[in-house]
């Protein structure tokens, strides 16, 4: 069990700022700009890789979850950006899906 899944659960406690019958989002415990919180499906995906065709509605509410979150916070007008780390090469830490909300300072691209 991961422990976003334990997150889901509630046997680890998160600071939650949404959540819905099919995605939990919560502050990121290692934020990388002022605001960072990951968006989370309740059914485990390891990553998009490794997604099935079954857990294309899953992988949709993770994308409309960040959306509430964006429009929650205020986050609309000023954007944000969205990120899903594919695989350790891609600095993916936690293997249960996740998108990164990221905002609260300019971003540029690429990315470092």
Not at 4 to 28: M, T
Not at 103 to 111: D, E, F, I, N, Q
């Amino acid at each position: 069990m991961t422990i976003f899944a334990k997150i889901i659960a509630g046997e680890i406690p998160a600071d939650i700022v949404y959540e819905d019958d099919h995605v939990v989002a919560f502050k990121d415990i290692n934020p990388q700009t002022p605001i960072h919180i990951l968006v989370v499906p309740r059914q485990p995906i390891v990553n998009v890789a490794e997604a099935e065709e079954d857990d294309v509605e899953a992988m949709g509410r993770v994308l409309w979850g960040a959306a509430q979150v964006a429009r929650q916070l205020g986050l609309v007008e000023g954007g944000y950006r969205l990120v899903f780390n594919n695989g350790a090469g891609a600095g993916q830490t936690v293997f249960h899906m996740h998108c990164h909300l990221m905002a609260g300072r300019k971003l540029t691209w690429p990315p470092g």
